[in-house]
């Protein structure tokens, strides 16, 4: 409940050297202490809370709550707040409980503002034509579908037109500042709203945007930060110097060190420092943390950039119109350079310089390696790195997201249809290779690339492998649901819950999803049947919900065609030889993994330690920093593995012996 002044409030506050334009257009709280206002100028209509609390800072320091050099217009000021020593003033916003504003200069929404909501950002193509319109509730995915499927116009214009509608929604000429914020050394904020729980120290410039933090996962914008047109969601830490233009932030993201961006979108877990990003979609965990690194004109998720590298888009005659895509779990080594348009395979290294236009799409966990301005491609070879499936084991534990609501939902499998149907089509590609130019030829030609004939060789022997450990995880997966004392319940488990799964999968910026799913969700927002953002944030998060059922439809159809089967003739023994195919691609590639991780050991890898040491001293010094091959954790890790896969192989087996046939 809110009150006029009194006589005496207002003859208390004038004694504090307070002014006001108009005393009557100022209300306060019930419990409101005009002692705790000094040298304060209103004008507008103002609203004041209570001020009895106390609030602490970092080494201790206590002050009261109260309001203290600063100018208010048109301002509700919530219970409990300190604001102190404001330069120029803080007009038309709301502020609410808890909140400490200290040392700044303005603070004002002067227009009716949709605080970033709305704000086109050119991504992939700096020249436009695949503009992403951020908003508070972008996705990954649907932010995927608005920048790619530009062949679809009436999906584009139907997205378009509900985006806008939520910006307009939410436009006000109030801008509004949450509970239990703090605002301290800061600049100009202009346009900006801002969530619970934020914390803004040394912010350079802040212009039309949205800081959607909140109490369970805060947002940190720091020193010397300097942003206009843009949304950071909750969770995000932006620190050091950052800048950025017409900038999409996701959840949890780290952005620092000076890190410059513009016309780009950061999804859920990305972390940039240092270097420098124009007009890139940046899927969820893009990790680039050096300075003389830039991303352009591209699109990445699950991706590591090695220090130095470095994109073209244009080829000096019609200007930035190129762009190009890493495929999941791409990394790119020291000093490697990648001209556009190109398309890397999942789970790729990029090592060297490449100018050929490569499309290695359906090549995944390759090698793309320069060799006298050429491009070689590897074949499979990332599936015998312990780089890859050490990655595939941080991201989850990497994921910092602490908001219940998560706006992106990601997929972390290594492999999963998605992948494994890649596979499928590189070993038929790799064969039609071999029947065109021969088994024996020294060389191959695919995509603007050359591949080895023991390559191409090995490369299908991985696949193969790998498809094998696929389908026989998803086989006893499926069996260890329930127990099956006959073939009819075997044959009733094994039987897939849903035709939907079948045919192509898609990976929509961290969400695996089969193809047939996603073109129903775009054909509903297209007729619109579909009409609001939360609806199909919604149906998003039932099919990554309903994944492994969805998984499986595809697998069995695999494993059919893959062994010659059916749901009529499937038999134990059949089931056990399956089994037997898995357990084995399982051994091989854990051993090879082992011994890759070896390396890491070696001899070799031990120069440079015991530096004024013998070779004991030597030996001593690296253990004491690296530690021992055998204990290693993930080393450990390795052993155990093949000792729980092997277990499991003969716990299925011995059942599948037990079913009476």
């Not at 949709?114 to 951020?134: D, P, S």
């Not at 509970?179 to 800061?186: D, S, W």
Request: charged share 25%; net charge neutral.
């Amino acid at each position: 409940m809110y009150r006029k002044l009194t006589k005496e409030e207002i003859c208390t506050l004038e004694s504090r050297l307070c002014r006001a334009e108009n005393w009557d257009t100022i209300e306060v709280s019930n419990d409101f202490n005009s002692l705790k206002v000094s040298k304060v100028t209103f004008s507008g209509n103002i609203k004041i809370g209570k001020l009895d609390a106390d609030f602490t800072f970092d080494g201790g320091i206590k002050k009261p709550a109260g309001l203290h050099n600063v100018c208010f217009h048109n301002c509700e000021i919530g219970d409990n707040v300190l604001i102190d020593n404001v330069q120029s003033y803080i007009a038309n916003y709301k502020i609410g409980n808890n909140t400490v504003i200290q040392n700044i200069d303005r603070l004002l929404t002067d227009e009716k503002s949709k605080f970033g909501n709305g704000v086109e950002v050119a991504v992939l193509n700096e020249t436009g034509g695949r503009e992403v319109i951020i908003n508070d509730k972008l996705t990954a995915h649907v932010a995927y579908i608005l920048a790619l499927y530009r062949h679809r116009p009436q999906l584009v214009q139907s997205l378009c037109r509900m985006v806008r509608f939520y910006a307009d929604k939410h436009a006000s000429e109030t801008g509004t500042i949450g509970n239990n914020v703090r605002i301290i050394n800061c600049g100009l904020i202009r346009n900006v709203k801002i969530g619970n729980n934020a914390s803004i120290d040394g912010a350079r410039r802040l212009v039309n945007g949205s800081i959607n933090s909140n109490e369970f996962d805060p947002v940190f914008v720091g020193y010397g930060v300097n942003a206009e047109d843009f949304i950071i969601c909750s969770g995000s830490h932006v620190d050091n110097g950052v800048m950025l233009t017409r900038c999409f932030v996701g959840q949890a993201c780290r952005l620092g060190h000076a890190y410059s961006a513009s016309d780009s979108l950061f999804f859920s877990n990305c972390q940039g420092e240092n270097g420098e990003a124009c007009a890139i979609f940046a899927g969820p965990y893009t990790v680039t943390h050096h300075k003389s690194t830039l991303l352009i004109a591209g699109m990445f998720s699950f991706m590591n950039a090695g220090s130095g590298s470095n994109q073209s888009n244009h080829m000096y005659k019609l200007g930035p119109i190129h762009q190009g895509i890493i495929e999941r779990g791409g990394k790119t080594t020291s000093d490697s350079y990648i001209l556009w348009p190109a398309k890397i395979g999942a789970f790729s290294l990029i090592m060297g310089r490449h100018y050929r236009n490569s499309d290695t799409s359906n090549m995944p966990f390759s090698y793309l390696i320069e060799n006298k301005d050429e491009t070689v491609l590897v074949p499979g070879i990332n599936l015998k790195s312990i780089g890859t499936i050490r990655d595939a084991q941080k991201f989850p534990k990497r994921d910092n997201r602490k908001d219940p609501n998560k706006l992106d939902q990601i997929n972390f499998n290594l492999l999963s249809p998605y992948t494994v149907q890649k596979m499928f089509r590189a070993i038929e590609i790799l064969h039609g290779l071999q029947e065109t130019c021969g088994h024996t030829s020294e060389y191959y030609s695919y995509q603007s690339c050359m591949i080895k004939n023991s390559s191409l060789r090995r490369g299908i022997d991985l696949y193969n492998i790998a498809i094998k450990k696929f389908l026989g995880n998803s086989i006893i997966s499926r069996l260890s649901e329930g127990s099956h004392t006959s073939v009819e319940e075997m044959k009733a488990c094994l039987k897939p819950d849903t035709q939907d799964g079948l045919g192509e999968w898609l990976d929509i910026a961290g969400l695996i999803a089969p193809k047939s799913l996603i073109d129903k969700l775009l054909n509903g927002i297209e007729t619109e049947k579909i009409n609001k953002l939360k609806d199909i944030n919604q149906i998003i998060e039932e099919i990554h919900r309903n994944y492994y059922s969805l998984e499986w439809t595809w697998a069995w159809d695999k494993i059919q065609s893959y062994y010659d089967i059916t749901l009529e003739t499937i038999t134990p023994g059949k089931i056990i030889a399956i089994v037997e195919d898995w357990k084995e691609a399982v051994v091989y590639l854990d051993k090879i993994l082992y011994e890759d991780a070896k390396k890491e050991f070696s001899l070799s890898s031990q120069t440079g330690f015991g530096v004024d040491g013998s070779n004991d001293e030597q030996r001593l010094d690296f253990e004491q920093v690296r530690g021992v091959f055998e204990q290693n954790t993930f080393v450990s890790s390795i052993l155990k593995h093949i000792e729980e896969k092997v277990a499991l192989s003969e716990k299925i087996i011995n059942h599948m012996k037990s079913i009476k046939f």
